[in-house]
């Protein structure tokens, strides 16, 4: 299994601001994912991040709106840019091990008013 | 774009009562996963099903894939207030490796 932390845990921004999210997992992995969960209901997959190239995005998200790093295969960071109330959500990365199992972290929970 | 309904969206029950939740598609899986989530966490997996007709158990729960592997149901036997959370399931639809999509979800309450 592994074990994913997030930073920061929750937030309250400004609309037009942005805000990057951290993603630490204990062990090397080629899969990343980030999620956008809003209140009460199921996950939206965002983006896959994997290390060495460019993050592939689902219908729906833009680069330019959800900026992701993946400098090496422990750490991601997405950047939730020009933020509006409407961006008030939970966001999750996750990691998939080598049987196709995902892991989650604890989420961010972002507030923008 | 592919679906997965849950059904019920929510639930309120006694402790003691059984309950079933079933996720349905019109698409084939190649694997079908169960996870619950409680607040402030993040989703954590509970089950992996990949056969067609398989069952599998985990103490309460009870697992079930279809034949046709396009649904599934879960099924908890004498519901626990520690069973309270968010019920997700979540499958890899055939020649989309890697890429999970989520069910609309189950919130499940039990009270005393």
């Known amino acids: 299994s592994a074990v994913i932390s997030q930073k920061p845990s929750r937030d309250i921004c400004q609309r037009g601001t942005s805000l990057t999210i951290q993603c630490q997992v204990d062990s090397q992995v080629t899969m990343m994912f980030w999620y956008r969960q809003q209140p009460g209901q199921s996950l939206t997959l965002i983006a896959t991040a994997n290390q060495g190239s460019e993050a592939t995005y689902e219908s729906g998200f833009v680069i330019d709106k959800f900026p992701i790093s993946r400098p090496n295969l422990t750490f991601s960071t997405l950047t939730v840019s020009n933020m509006s109330p409407e961006d008030s959500s939970i966001y999750l990365c996750?990691?998939?091990?080598?049987?196709?199992?995902?892991?989650f972290g604890p989420g961010t929970r972002l507030t923008v008013l | 774009t592919q679906l997965l309904e849950q059904s019920p969206q929510f639930l309120s029950i006694q402790e003691g009562e059984n309950l079933t939740v079933y996720c349905n598609s019109s698409s084939v899986f190649s694997s079908l996963q169960w996870y619950r989530q409680e607040p402030g966490e993040g989703p954590v997996l509970l089950v992996t099903v990949v056969t067609g007709g398989e069952v599998k158990k985990l103490k309460r729960l009870t697992f079930q894939f279809g034949d046709a592997r396009k649904d599934s149901s879960l099924h908890i036997t004498a519901a626990q207030p520690g069973d309270t959370g968010l019920y997700l399931c979540a499958g890899y639809y055939t020649g989309t490796a890697s890429k999970l999509t989520f069910g609309t979800g189950t919130r499940l309450q039990v009270t005393l």
């Open positions: 996750s990691v998939m091990d080598g049987t196709d199992t995902q892991y």
